[in-house]
């Protein structure tokens, strides 16, 4: 990411939005996708703001127009399992790694 884009900075966003948002550490618009990138940040952020789904809907549209297109799908598939991320593995990748889903750390991927 070359430079964040400032929530302050989207059209028809209340700051009450934008202190709630906050309030959760996100002030950008990639922290704001980077969030709602999963089924339970969207449910999560949805919650925070009291959005409808088609409120939700069209605000992280409009957040995308401000990321961009290049740097929205780079964060959108980020956060899915085995993404640049690396925090999640697939089942394959466990398997293929030796790594059960008890475990806490892998030590050579």
Known sequence: MDQSHELRAVAGLS??????????????AEEF???A???EGRTGLQRLLGFSEADFDE???????IAG????RRIEEGVRPG???GSLLTEE???RLGV???DTEVSEL
């Open 100 to 102: 059960d889903s008890g």
């Open 15 to 28: 700051p009450d939005v934008v202190r709630k948002l906050a309030g959760q550490w996100i002030n950008s």
């Open 37 to 39: 990138a999963s089924p």
């Open 83 to 85: 993404g640049p991320l």
């Open 69 to 72: 297109p290049d740097e929205s």
């Open 33 to 35: 996708l980077s969030a």
């Open 93 to 95: 990748q466990k398997e």
């Open 59 to 65: 605000l992280a549209a409009r957040i995308r127009e």
